[in-house]
């Protein structure tokens, strides 16, 4: 059964970093795309990021770029977020997403994805 499961999340306060991690059971990660969303309360998801097979192709949202990077290890079967200036307003559940193959600038679609983590909380709080 493929399975992502994320973890890193948590309290930070503004400015500060975390890493977050995507780890997948069940299947070979080095043969899917990688998608990072997030969702604030009642706001909808927003893809953050993507990463290709590779760690050659990685697109980002407008709002974190030259903040966030996206890597993969495909030898540990991980894909990970480091995130750093963060602001409150990113305080959101971040989850990791996988699909064989997504088209172009499709991947901030969350419909581009089938295979979902069940997310990581991560707060930004003085």
């Known amino acids: 059964q493929l399975q992502l499961v994320e973890s890193g999340g948590g309290v930070v306060q503004p400015g500060g970093s975390l890493r977050l991690s995507c780890a997948a059971s069940?299947?070979?990660?080095?043969?899917?795309?990688i998608g990072w969303f997030r969702q604030a309360p009642g706001k909808e998801r927003e893809g953050v990021s993507y990463?290709?097979?590779?760690?050659?192709?990685?697109y980002y949202a407008d709002s974190v770029k030259g903040r966030f990077t996206i890597s993969r290890d495909n030898a540990k079967n991980t894909v990970y977020l480091q995130m750093n200036s963060l602001k409150p307003e990113e305080t959101a559940v971040y989850y990791c997403?996988?699909?064989?193959?997504?088209?172009?600038?499709?991947?901030?679609?969350?419909?581009?994805?089938?295979?979902w983590g069940q997310g990581t909380q991560v707060t930004v709080s003085a």
């Open positions: 997403a996988a699909n064989l193959y997504v088209r172009g600038s499709a991947w901030m679609n969350s419909s581009s994805y089938d295979y």
């Open positions: 069940g299947f070979t990660l080095d043969r899917y795309v």
């Open positions: 990463i290709g097979r590779t760690n050659d192709f990685t």
